[in-house]
């Protein structure tokens, strides 16, 4: 099965809410951790990465934990804007081969 | 621009036709991927190289699907007799071995009709 779980969408905020996209993992081993970000007619982009236990990856305000305890990898952003909207894919190493989740998609309303 | 690129960025084939997907990779990075997209997945894997070896295959890549990267650079990725299962955004990434523990960096996508 899928090593990787995020939760499902759509998930739509007002802009200014917190957001939370859960995700947990299934691993030997302490993988990579990511999440990629494709937004509307444009490629995938990493948005933030950890690579090991307590790590936390940032950027553009969101922010990610390496939680061994719980294997989970949640990504937050305190207030969200409306350009946020996208597709957000949690992600994982494993073998020198990414495997992702299914993708949450994003809607922001102004 | 020197991210990955990625020719056509689209393709609508009939049923039954060959069609041939070309990626070329940042220079500077020795693996290059290809992943497989369909609406409302995640991408998933279905081989990669490491200069010009293929390394792995997934059981996604059926007999029809052969990629090649024959000089370590470019890859291109082939599939024959094309079925309306085959439509799907075809992605390529690339990466440098040992650096920044696994990132890859995508390409645009090849996005394949088959009607």
């Known amino acids: 099965g899928n090593s990787v779980t995020q939760m499902e969408g759509p998930v739509t905020l007002s802009e200014e809410a917190f957001l939370t996209i859960n995700c947990t993992y299934t691993?030997?081993?302490?993988?990579?951790l990511f999440w990629y970000v494709q937004y509307p007619g444009e490629g995938l982009q990493l948005l933030l990465k950890a690579t090991k236990a307590d790590d936390k990856g940032s950027n553009k305000g969101f922010e990610a934990t390496y939680r061994k305890e719980t294997t989970s990898f949640h990504l937050e952003k305190g207030s969200v804007q409306v350009s946020d909207s996208a597709v957000y894919f949690c992600?994982?190493?494993?073998?020198?081969?990414?495997?992702f989740g299914k993708g949450t998609r994003l809607h922001i309303l102004p | 621009d020197t991210g990955v690129s990625q020719n056509p960025r689209h393709k609508i084939t009939k049923r039954g036709q060959n069609v041939t997907f070309r990626c070329d990779p940042i220079s500077e990075h020795n693996r290059l991927y290809w992943y497989r997209q369909t609406l409302g997945q995640g991408p998933e894997f279905l081989t990669y190289?490491?200069?010009?070896?293929?390394?792995?295959k997934s059981r996604l890549l059926s007999d029809r699907f052969s990629a090649e990267r024959p000089k370590g650079s470019f890859s291109t990725l082939e599939i024959q007799r094309t079925e309306q299962g085959d439509s799907a955004m075809y992605l390529c990434?690339?990466?440098?071995?040992?650096?920044?523990?696994?990132?890859?960096?995508f390409g645009p996508g090849t996005r394949l009709t088959v009607l």
């Open positions: 990434a690339s990466s440098l071995t040992g650096a920044s523990r696994g990132e890859q960096f």
């Open positions: 691993a030997t081993g302490y993988p990579s």
């Open positions: 992600a994982r190493l494993r073998d020198d081969k990414i495997i």
């Open positions: 190289f490491q200069n010009e070896a293929q390394l792995e």
